[in-house]
Nanobody, 123 residues
Framework: QVQLVESGGGLVQAGGSLRLSCTAS????????MAWFRQAPGQDREFVAAISWSGGSTHYADSVKGRFTISRDNAKNTVYLQMNSLKPEDTAVYYC????????????????WGQGTQVTVSS
């Protein structure tokens, strides 16, 4: 079993930046694909970004492409989401997710989830 804990959320002005972190414990982390999803009030959980276990491949939702960067440090069992040029529509609870094998972009594909960290972007 893998446990995931997110941190780094908060309140920021539009145009600002935040860096989210997700630290894993339990089973070995290095062979897990990792992803970030987000969920706004009244909305479905949506894909944000994913990274392969090696860190060599990444994928982004069109809505965040060019603004967000996902990365991982397997030695620290940590995945990051650097968020720049934040917009009010980025406001959501952000969740870290993990799965064995290659990365995917659907909620149903991921086996392990963190409890989320709130990101609020004011206009």
């Amino acid at each position: 079993q893998v446990q995931l804990v997110e941190s780094g959320g908060g309140l920021v002005q539009a145009g600002g930046s935040l860096r989210l972190s997700c630290t894993a414990s339990g089973r070995t982390f290095s062979r897990y694909a990792m992803a970030w999803f987000r969920q706004a009030p009244g909305q479905d959980r949506e894909f944000v970004a994913a990274i392969s276990w090696s860190g060599g491949s990444t994928h982004y939702a069109d809505s965040v492409k060019g603004r967000f960067t996902i990365s991982r440090d397997n030695a620290k069992n940590t995945v990051y989401l650097q968020m720049n040029s934040l917009k009010p529509e980025d406001t959501a609870v952000y969740y870290c997710a993990a799965r064995s094998g290659s990365y995917l972009n659907t909620v149903e594909s991921y086996n392990y989830w963190g409890q989320g960290t709130q990101v609020t972007v004011s206009s």
